[in-house]
């Protein structure tokens, strides 16, 4: 089960794109900074469809102050998601905490600066199969496709990992075979037997579960117990340029993590169903119905473990090639809840 994507690849990709765009102009972010020593107050960003995200609801909480978010489009991708900030089409970006490390290894000038997904008894990613499918251990998925959402993200490692742990041979890994298919489709491959199996997560997972007729093989909270799965990164010169708006957003998509923790569950399904409603994008909010929990630890604060966890699938994939240096990687410096 390797990586399609080959290391080399994504970082001529990163660099050539840094290149063109000279290491700043697009890079410098949404709004343009007035005069010396302003800073950048226009985030450009990719959402999620059907789906509030940590900023979009710190900005509607007012959490943001006059920072303010442009968003510029949908992804379905971590990997796609962190790569366009990288490059300069965005200003942050988010994904599994090993997609975070093939970037930076990949030469990319990133960093991540707070956790914004996680998984907790609530809100976890289930491996499904259709209630008759003969899959029920490890040793069944040989041969076998699974869905994914994208190749060399969360669900990549969770697997390559549940399937070593469970005895498999490197060869016997390499006989399954994942499938890349959009979160909002999994659900109808498994079905249809499209696929054999099939990764859900959150609202769309427990729809599912509530429409009956799948069974979990096996989830990573149950593999794993509670973990950060992956954070918010910007470009190095952006932080550099923009220190008090790099703290603003860090800080302000903290406070949201501890306001979705600490608030009735009805008023955030609530509070998410007015933003969906709000922005005019054409979406369903049906679905936030079955929100659980944020997921992320405390405050979001990131930790060696947080990357240290996937080294082992990092360098069995290439990734690193050498121990891995999880404080190359991130910086709490500008969350101001961890940080004061």
Not at 219 to 230: I, P
Not at 303 to 321: S, V
């Given at each position: 089960?390797k990586?399609?994507?080959?290391?080399?690849s994504?970082?001529?990709?990163?660099?050539?794109?840094?290149?063109?765009s000279g290491c700043?102009?697009?890079?410098a972010?949404?709004?343009?900074?007035?005069?010396?020593?302003?800073?950048?107050?226009?985030?450009?960003?990719?959402?999620?469809?059907?789906?509030v995200?940590?900023?979009e609801l710190?900005?509607d909480l007012g959490?943001?102050?006059?920072?303010?978010?442009?968003?510029?489009?949908?992804?379905?991708?971590g990997?796609?998601d962190i790569q366009?900030?990288?490059?300069g089409?965005?200003?942050?970006g988010?994904?599994?905490?090993?997609?975070?490390v093939?970037?930076v290894?990949?030469g990319?000038?990133?960093?991540?600066?707070i956790?914004?997904?996680?998984?907790?008894?609530?809100t976890?990613?289930?491996f499904?199969?259709?209630?008759?499918?003969?899959?029920r251990t490890?040793r069944?998925?040989?041969?076998?496709k699974?869905?994914?959402?994208t190749?060399g993200?969360?669900?990549d490692?969770?697997?390559?990992?549940?399937?070593?742990?469970?005895?498999l041979?490197?060869?016997?890994i390499?006989?399954?075979?994942l499938?890349?298919v959009?979160?909002n489709?999994t659900e109808e491959?498994?079905?249809?037997?499209?696929?054999d199996?099939?990764?859900l997560?959150?609202?769309?997972?427990?729809?599912?579960?509530?429409?009956?007729?799948?069974r979990?093989?096996?989830n990573?909270?149950?593999?794993?117990?509670?973990?950060?799965?992956?954070?918010?990164?910007?470009?190095?010169d952006?932080?550099?340029?923009?220190?008090?708006?790099?703290?603003?957003?860090?800080?302000?998509v903290?406070?949201?993590i501890?306001?979705e923790?600490?608030?009735?569950?009805?008023?955030v399904?609530?509070r998410?169903?007015?933003?969906?409603?709000?922005?005019g994008?054409?979406e369903?909010?049906?679905?936030?119905?079955?929100?659980?929990?944020?997921?992320?630890?405390?405050k979001?604060?990131?930790k060696?473990e947080?990357?240290?966890?996937?080294?082992?699938?990092?360098?069995?994939?290439?990734?690193i090639k050498?121990?891995?240096?999880?404080?190359?990687?991130?910086?709490?410096?500008?969350?101001?809840l961890?940080?004061?």
């Amino acid at each position: 089960m390797k990586l399609r994507v080959p290391l080399v690849s994504l970082a001529a990709a990163v660099v050539i794109s840094l290149t063109a765009s000279g290491c700043g102009g697009t890079a410098a972010g949404g709004e343009a900074a007035q005069g010396p020593g302003a800073e950048v107050k226009e985030l450009r960003y990719q959402g999620w469809a059907n789906t509030v995200t940590l900023p979009e609801l710190a900005e509607d909480l007012g959490y943001f102050g006059d920072v303010k978010l442009n968003w510029v489009g949908n992804t379905i991708s971590g990997p796609q998601d962190i790569q366009s900030a990288a490059t300069g089409q965005t200003d942050f970006g988010g994904a599994f905490a090993g997609a975070v490390v093939k970037l930076v290894e990949a030469g990319a000038p990133v960093k991540a600066v707070i956790n914004y997904y996680g998984e907790d008894e609530k809100t976890f990613n289930g491996f499904y199969v259709k209630e008759d499918s003969p899959i029920r251990t490890a040793r069944d998925f040989i041969g076998k496709k699974i869905a994914v959402n994208t190749l060399g993200a969360h669900a990549d490692a969770v697997i390559n990992t549940y399937l070593q742990q469970n005895g498999l041979s490197a060869e016997e890994i390499k006989q399954v075979q994942l499938v890349v298919v959009p979160p909002n489709d999994t659900e109808e491959a498994i079905r249809r037997g499209q696929v054999d199996a099939g990764s859900l997560g959150s609202i769309l997972q427990d729809k599912a579960v509530a429409a009956g007729g799948l069974r979990s093989v096996f989830n990573d909270y149950s593999f794993f117990g509670t973990f950060a799965g992956g954070p918010y990164v910007l470009r190095d010169d952006f932080i550099a340029k923009n220190p008090n708006t790099t703290r603003t957003f860090t800080t302000g998509v903290a406070k949201a993590i501890e306001w979705e923790r600490n608030t009735p569950r009805e008023e955030v399904i609530a509070r998410f169903t007015k933003i969906l409603n709000e922005r005019g994008r054409n979406e369903d909010p049906a679905a936030l119905q079955y929100w659980k929990s944020v997921g992320v630890p405390p405050k979001g604060e990131i930790k060696d473990e947080d990357f240290t966890r996937w080294e082992k699938w990092l360098a069995d994939t290439g990734i690193i090639k050498d121990q891995l240096d999880p404080k190359k990687l991130y910086t709490n410096e500008f969350n101001g809840l961890v940080n004061p």
